[in-house]
């Protein structure tokens, strides 16, 4: 069993920074992917970053590639997506999860997770 608590959301203006966290207890094994995902109002969530546990190989969507970082610490206790050179558009909540599963080419297909946290509100300004 694997409990995931986000932290670091807030409103900024497009063009700011966040650090968003997701603190993990439990057993995060080797063949574990966690990712970030979020959602805005009226759409469906989305991925936006994975990192496998195994290779700490990454992967993003297009639309953050360049702007955020996703991270694991070296105790594998907590997850981080730095977020920079924010726009309107990254609005959402955002959710951390994890999953044994490879992350590969479905990784951002919610469905094959099998953690995840309460999210965290991100607002971003024009």
């Known amino acids: 069993q694997v409990r995931l608590v986000e932290s670091g959301g807030g409103s900024v203006q497009a063009g700011g920074s966040l650090r968003l966290s997701c603190a993990a207890s439990?057993?995060?094994?080797?063949?574990?992917?966690m990712a970030w995902f979020r959602q805005a109002p009226g759409k469906e969530r989305e991925g936006v970053a994975s990192l496998y546990l195994r290779d700490s190989s990454t992967q993003y969507a297009d639309s953050v590639t360049g702007r955020f970082t996703i991270s694991l610490d070296n105790a594998w206790s907590t997850l981080y997506l730095q977020m920079n050179s924010l726009k309107p558009e990254d609005t959402g909540v955002y959710y951390c999860?994890?999953?044994?599963?490879?992350?590969?080419?479905?990784?951002?297909?919610?469905?094959?997770?099998?953690?995840w946290g309460q999210g965290t509100q991100v607002i971003v300004s024009s």
């Open positions: 999860a994890a999953g044994p599963r490879l992350c590969g080419s479905f990784w951002h297909d919610f469905s094959g997770f099998a953690y």
């Open positions: 439990g057993s995060l094994w080797r063949n574990y992917c």
